[in-house]
């Protein structure tokens, strides 16, 4: 199957670091979270075996997982479905977690809460490899988050209710993590268990053009630059994917200059000085 990206309609105004534009990657990745979250509940019934409509998203910097996310749920009916987004650091605690889920919801039951209005709600766990790891090897952040997952819920924090347990349905979950590896953080497989993993690759070179050619095409426009100008598009696209390309080839990390580490990031910041410029 040929995976075409989806035809981008620039935006009235242009905020360069904002711009999600999709790509033939991304536009596979979506249709890969859609089918995965409309699987069935219960996988089994019988074995009551639990189904799995959550999925993770893996890569380098710069390889589009959190954009990839963001245009998938900007594609949500408000009416159906809510978005929660946690940005996880190494200093989010179970605590914080806790208080962003339970923000979310409402008592719909005694003890069981929903979303507004009964709807359901995508969580969308960015960076979920970042919570600090104690001496025991465990990452406490991703232990209330995993047991929310399997269990259905929390339990009651404060003084009256403490230590029963707070049911909360019509949760999904979506997460975007590093890969593993050179001093980042992997996540314990009991948690990793729960979703469909993704690896999500460095875009292609034809790829790249397409992205930074749609910007520039939208920028250089008639009513502004003349012929001459607006023809240089091509070469200032491929003359700066050409550096790039050459340096990140050329100049490869050592032990003492560990920071020559040049992604797709650092092209787009040089792509972002020309639209500023433009």
Known sequence: ???????????????????????????????????????????SV??????????????GPGTAKTSTIIMYTNKFDNTKMLLKRINF??????????????????????????PPENKKMTVFLDDVSMPFINNWGDQETLEIARQLIE?????????DDIGNLK???????????????????????????HFFNINMTSPSQRSVENIYG??????????KYSANVINMRPFIIDATIAIWDTT???????????HYNFNIRDLAGVFGGICRVI
């Open 1 to 43: 199957m040929l995976w075409e990206a989806e035809a981008w309609v620039p935006p009235k105004r242009i905020q360069f670091s904002q711009l999600l534009i999709p790509t033939s990657d991304s536009t596979r990745a979506e249709f890969i979270i859609q089918k995965i979250s409309t699987l069935p509940v219960m996988r």
């Open 46 to 59: 019988k074995r009551a075996e639990p189904g799995q409509q959550n999925t993770l998203l893996v890569g």
């Open 89 to 114: 650091s190494s200093a989010t605690t179970p605590r914080n977690y806790q208080d962003s889920i339970e923000a979310e919801v409402e008592k719909k039951q005694v003890k069981t809460y929903t």
């Open 151 to 159: 269990q259905k819920g929390i339990y009651f924090l404060n003084k």
């Open 167 to 193: 049911i909360i349905e019509n949760l999904l979950y979506l997460a975007a993590m590093n890969h593993p590896g050179g001093g980042r953080n992997d996540i314990p497989p009991r948690f990793k268990r």
């Open 214 to 223: 749609a910007i520039l095409e939208h920028l250089l426009n008639p009513k």
């Open 248 to 258: 990140r080839k050329r100049l490869l990390p050592t032990p003492t200059k560990f």
